[in-house]
């Protein structure tokens, strides 16, 4: 089986910035030819990077229609076609997740981006994007190092800690560098509605160097409790964003702190404090003065490039190599996820705790992830198709992280031969809620694991 | 002969042996937790029940490591015995005891029988090769790859029609292995023929099997594809290794770059049924071609 190269896209539409890569993923096959095929993505490189425009923004809506005219420029620019775009992701982060369109500007771009690119949002699935796009997942994973990597971007601050290379645990703040917005005078043009209650500074005033600074000084506290660098006070919750799975945990013991998004470029050498009209610099300053910066630390090998990086390169994985599928079409999009203890499917009233937790997600049918599935003889192997055949739900998808999806769903297809069934494994689900199943890529398919988390305005 | 100078000239014989490979370390995927208990927790000296029970790889020995924990977290990666620490220019006992541990389930698998009901109970014909007994089996290869006409008899009443896909259980190199995956496995394989519309006949059960009875088999039945689960010669890694070597239109002194192999079939690699559900399709591909071996190329 020869390799194969994946051409996956990555656009993050941030508080900010918009950026957009283009990367090519090359799949591999790693078993020697003389056992079941094992395909894995082996080398990831970027072949194109936008430049990095402010998101346009009109009304406090996200503008777009001027998002897609920006991504049908860059594959011009990049000389690809949109039709050779196998898989990639559009992101939505930071404060424009909030806007009131942003769902509906979010599918619209990854339809506009190809036919298999993902919608994905979601603080955590950001975290974990953008320090895997910084390089601080691949650092870890190589020096052993516990890190945790901080992704400072214009509204919010995406926190990951990563042990051995894998993300522990994340969570987001709202400290940015664009919680302000300066005129060329220096008189506040726009304050977000998250430092109310934090500062006596509002639209119109001229704030001093000192005003700004400390205001800097007072979010960079926050990252500094977060990291467990300075006693928790009521700061820090205040500061959390609400849209996290889980309230962030303040991790104890030593750790490397690690940083990445546009402010990360301020925190070493000297700028213009009022550079960028904002808050960035004297963020960075703030940073670097700061307990984060006072022991070994560490910028990205990405930093204003850090999410979109991770969103071309890192949100595409391959489900395993013996797979089943028929009569299912693809791509499938947005496929909610549920939880199944395997046991459940050799209980009586097996369909019933399947429609409750469909129900549960708002839907009348989803991906069934099989949970705590043991290695499986034929026998038990029968039993579980048994149930799982018997359901109501079309087509029928399963998935699991244990070897054995060509057996099981070629085993429900022998005893209702009708049914369309998607059976994937090699898929661990965590956090993830949703799921993407792109096209086939030698005999497995491309996939994206995913959290849709989309707060409304306030 | 003794004894010792059999096991020399067998343990020689096997390393020579053609056919079955070894399991490859690097073949070896980490994705099953392996044997229960996990007892990570060993230290120097516990007293342990049973030595084989202890998973190697979640076991780290070195005294005073920079980086346990990291050098742990590889070792998961491999069945290599890595990190077992030392005492003075030698294994620790517990790495000695281990090593001949395995060693000998190797060596039991190799010479062990499948159960003379073996056959009976799961409806397959048994036959048995030119060999008389174990010790002719694994000293003269080539008896091993044909029949006796009063077998040929059997299969050939067995098999009356020509089939498209004639399955094969051999004995081979381990014994372990086939009582541990052949049936599920064939049963999967069965059902993933019935998927594609291909009929499947009596399943053959050779015993002192080698990987070339099949050819003999071929040339009785004239089948269009035999496929054969046999015994994987066993390493240190585990003595419960089956492959599936598949050849299109089988007949006697058919070359070995024919056949087309799907090896490390057991609880830690592929699972028996995942394997047979590939090997399936496999046989469909390989009917649809008609084509086995170097010569197969699969879409990738």
Redesign the interface.
């Known amino acids: 089986?020869?390799?194969?190269t994946l051409y996956s896209v990555g656009l993050d539409v941030g508080t900010t910035t918009t950026q957009m890569v283009i990367s090519r993923l090359q799949v591999e096959?790693r078993?020697?030819g003389?056992?079941?095929?094992?395909m894995v993505i082996g080398d990831r490189e970027v072949v194109y990077e936008s430049p990095v425009i402010f998101t346009p923004v009109e009304n406090h809506l996200v503008d777009g229609k001027a998002i897609i005219a920006f991504m049908e420029a860059q594959y011009e620019a990049a000389g690809l076609q949109k039709a050779q775009i196998d898989t990639g992701a559009v992101i939505v982060t930071g404060e424009t997740s909030r806007k009131e369109n942003a769902h509906q500007v979010l599918s619209n771009l990854s339809g506009a981006a190809g036919s298999f690119v993902v919608a994905t949002a979601g603080p955590d699935l950001e975290s974990i994007l953008a320090a895997k796009g910084a390089g601080a997942t691949e650092f870890s994973r190589q020096s052993?190092q516990r890190i945790l990597h901080i992704d400072i971007g214009g509204g919010t601050s995406n926190m990951a800690l990563i042990e051995?290379g894998q993300v522990v645990s994340t969570g987001c703040f709202n400290v940015g560098g664009r919680l302000l917005k300066l005129d060329e005078s220096g008189k506040i043009l726009y304050r977000s509605p998250v430092l109310e209650g934090l500062t006596s500074l509002k639209i119109g005033d001229s704030p001093t160097l000192q005003e700004l600074t400390a205001l800097a000084e007072m979010l960079c506290s926050a990252l500094e409790m977060a990291s467990g660098r300075k006693p928790e006070t009521a700061l820090l919750r205040q500061l959390e964003t609400k849209e996290s799975q889980k309230p962030w945990a303040v991790p104890e013991g030593a750790l490397t702190v690690s940083f990445s998004g546009g402010v990360a470029d301020c925190i070493e050498g000297e700028k213009d404090p009022f550079a960028y009209g904002d808050l960035g610099v004297l963020l960075g300053k703030a940073i670097r003065k700061s307990s984060l910066c006072a022991s070994n630390y560490r910028i990205g090998s990405q930093t204003i490039r850090a999410t979109v990086i991770g969103a071309g390169c890192h949100s595409t994985a391959l489900s395993g190599s013996?797979v089943?599928r028929k009569n299912v079409n693809l791509p499938l999009k947005n496929l909610p996820v549920v939880h199944i203890p395997y046991e459940k499917c050799l209980d009586a009233d097996f369909s019933e705790v399947v429609r409750a937790q469909l129900h549960r997600v708002d839907s009348a049918n989803g991906v069934l992830y099989l949970e705590g599935l043991p290695?499986?003889?034929?026998a038990l192997?029968t039993a579980v198709a048994s149930g799982l055949g018997a359901l109501p739900q079309e087509p029928l998808m399963i998935c699991m992280?244990?070897?054995?999806?060509?057996?099981l769903?070629?085993?429900i297809?022998?005893q209702y031969p009708h049914k369309p069934i998607l059976c994937l494994?090699g898929l661990l689900f965590e956090g993830q809620s949703y799921l993407d199943v792109g096209s086939p890529v030698?005999p497995c398919y491309s996939v994206v694991m995913k959290t849709l988390v989309l707060q409304k305005n306030e | 002969m003794n004894k010792e100078e059999l096991t020399q000239l067998i343990s020689d014989l096997l390393q020579q042996m053609d056919g079955q490979p070894q399991v490859k370390g690097s073949e070896y995927k980490p994705r099953d937790p392996g044997p229960a208990p996990a007892p990570g927790d060993y230290a120097d000296g516990d007293f342990v029940q049973d030595v084989s029970a202890l998973d190697l790889r979640k076991l780290y020995m070195v005294e005073d490591p920079a980086n346990g924990e990291k050098f742990r977290r590889l070792k998961e990666k491999t069945p290599a015995r890595l990190g077992v620490g030392r005492a003075g220019p030698r294994y620790k006992t517990l790495s000695m005891l281990r090593f001949r541990a395995d060693h000998a389930a190797a060596q039991d698998a190799v010479f062990s029988q499948v159960p003379e009901d073996y056959a009976q109970k799961h409806g397959f014909i048994p036959v048995q090769t030119k060999c008389r007994d174990k010790e002719e089996y694994l000293t003269r290869p080539d008896l091993g790859r044909c029949f006796d006409e009063s077998n040929q008899a059997v299969i050939r009443k067995a098999v009356p029609n020509a089939p498209k896909v004639q399955l094969v259980v051999g004995d081979g190199l381990s014994s372990a292995a086939i009582l541990a995956n052949a049936a599920d496995c064939l049963a999967a394989i069965r059902d993933g023929l019935k998927l594609k519309g291909i009929e499947t006949g009596e399943v053959l059960f050779v015993r002192y099997c080698r990987v070339g009875a099949g050819d003999a088999i071929g040339d009785v039945t004239d089948c269009q594809v035999v496929c054969m689960l046999v015994g994987e010669r066993p390493g240190l890694v585990t003595d419960q290794s089956m492959s599936a070597y598949i050849t299109y239109k089988p007949h006697t002194g058919v070359s070995e770059s024919s056949r087309t192999v799907v090896s490390n079939i057991h609880p830690q690699g592929t699972p028996a049924v995942e394997a047979g559900a590939y090997i399936a399709e496999l046989l469909d591909t390989i009917l649809k071609k008609q084509v086995s071996g170097v010569g197969l190329h699969l879409e990738g």
């Open positions: 089986m020869q390799s194969k096959n078993s020697s003389f056992t079941v095929p094992q052993g051995n013996t089943y290695q499986m003889d034929y192997l992280e244990r070897d054995f999806g060509k057996a769903g070629q085993k297809s022998l494994d030698g």
